[in-house]
């Protein structure tokens, strides 16, 4: 290079303007690429797994167009970001020896509404019984699990989960054997609520139980048998920040024309009949965080009953029930007794059907009126807009009048008996007393919270 060529390049160099300095992510940021591309937990099954799964189905060879029958019979959905190839809710996982495939938050806590794919909405049409059923026996094993995790598609035992791992730890997180019984129940059925809700919430949990601030009951699904105490304390920070993506977060808008004159009116008979539990809505929201209690609201109790205090006991002496010290009054944050069932935020309300703890009600229109409930019912368990009622704001459900005792298992979980144990839909009858166009008037005003 000459010297014009070097002295020219100098003065173009230091005229240059000068590039800014890489912006640091946000805490919500970091939350959302830990939440999306970290493996907390130990793969449970071997990369064969998923692609030899179809063997468990019943039919004579791998069907055509496999990745897509997957999501349908489990009820998974596509990723909205990278993910190795997997569906949402999958996760490549750290394996004795290899890599194998795990689960991740997504799993019970990203669903779908109008066919798009929603971190944060609860997967109502995930039957994470099969999954575990199949992927097991796929890897040669037998795949009996140890207790029952679902007994309905697209709700959990979410409940039992956290009772049966938390009975292999002691208080400092260390592995025993054998497993303390904490008074395990599988017969909770739990609709899993939508993380955005959390920014309004003060307690969470269904009974409102847990204090929102608690960074590591978000962490209670790490209690795979293999994830060591030292794994909770290095992941502690990365849960700090997805709690601040969860409390960031915004729900999606409902993508229909709305009725603004039917909705104003549905406004007002909100603010006069459910406001003083749900809160009011707009720039200047209130939310009052009351637990109704069982006598009151009605609704199944078998959620509220079968959490022991024996667990509750034993989750407050133990690590995720302290926090450390200086970050909350008395360094902790035990699990509390109420007398109910937590009244939810309604942002986003369009989206979360059904409805109820243990979604027992497959529309708006059923939670205001319960003589329309549907006592047997199914639905396709499909997320798209023919999926959807629009005037009922809900799903489109088909009732059954005979339920056959022959079904598959697999078959069975897809009807809602509301006659079993933990899956009654009474109760909440607050809006039997309005009008037809009254009730219409209300969901139409819910469809823009």
């Not at 179809?54 to 029958?69: F, L, S, T």
């Not at 409390?247 to 603004?260: R, T």
């Not at 690590?319 to 010290?325: A, M, V």
């Not at 009054?329 to 509390?336: E, Q």
């Amino acid at each position: 290079m000459t010297r014009f060529a070097l002295a020219t390049f100098a003065l173009l160099a230091a005229s240059a303007p000068v590039l800014a300095a890489e912006k640091e992510p946000t805490p919500s940021e970091k939350g959302y690429k830990a939440l999306t591309q970290t493996a907390f937990i130990p793969a449970f099954w071997t990369p064969n797994a998923l692609p030899n799964a179809w063997k468990n189905w019943g039919v004579a060879e791998k069907p055509a167009g496999y990745d897509a029958a997957v999501l349908e019979r489990y009820g998974l959905h596509s990723p909205p970001y990278l993910n190795d190839g997997l569906p949402m809710g999958l996760r490549k996982a750290p394996r004795v020896l290899n890599t194998g495939v795990g689960i991740d938050c997504m799993l019970c806590h990203a669903g779908s509404i109008m066919g798009k794919s929603v971190v944060g909405l609860g997967n109502t049409t995930l039957d994470v019984q099969a999954l575990f059923e199949d992927m097991a026996k796929a890897d040669g094993l037998t795949g009996k699990l140890p207790f029952t995790f679902s007994n309905v598609r697209g709700t959990t035992e979410a409940g039992g989960f956290g009772v049966f791992l938390l009975g292999f730890r002691n208080p400092d997180l260390t592995l025993r054997t054998p497993r303390k019984e904490l008074g395990l129940r599988d017969d909770l059925c739990e609709d899993v609520p939508a993380w955005w809700l959390m920014k309004k919430k003060k307690t969470i949990y269904h009974t409102g139980a847990t204090d929102s601030r608690s960074v590591r009951t978000l962490m209670q699904f790490m209690m795979h048998p293999l994830t060591m105490p030292k794994d909770f304390e290095k992941h502690e920070p990365a849960f700090r920040d997805i709690q601040q993506y969860l409390i960031n977060m915004e729900p999606p808008k409902y993508p229909f024309a709305i009725d603004a004159g039917k909705a104003a009116k549905g406004e007002t008979l909100f603010k006069n009949n459910c406001a003083k539990c749900h809160g009011t809505y707009g720039e200047k929201w209130t939310y009052p965080n009351k637990v109704i209690a069982l006598d009151e609201i009605g609704t199944d109790p078998t959620r509220h009953t079968g959490i022991t205090t024996a667990y509750g006991d034993e989750y407050s002496a133990s690590w995720f029930g302290k926090e450390k010290s200086g970050w909350f009054v008395n360094g902790g944050l035990p699990l509390r007794s109420t007398d109910g069932y937590q009244a939810p935020p309604l942002d986003g309300i369009w989206a979360t059907a059904p409805y109820f703890h243990n979604g027992s009600v497959p529309t708006l229109d059923g939670v205001l009126n319960s003589k329309v409930r549907p006592k047997h019912y199914t639905r396709s368990f499909k997320t798209d807009e023919a999926d959807y009622d629009k005037a009922k704001a809900g799903w489109k459900v088909t009732e059954v009048r005979d339920v056959n005792d022959k079904l598959t298992p697999h078959e069975a979980r897809k009807i809602y008996d509301t006659s079993k144990p933990g899956r009654g839909n009474a109760g909440h009858t607050y809006g039997d007393e309005l009008t037809d166009e009254q009730r219409a008037q209300v969901i139409e005003y819910l469809k823009t919270l």
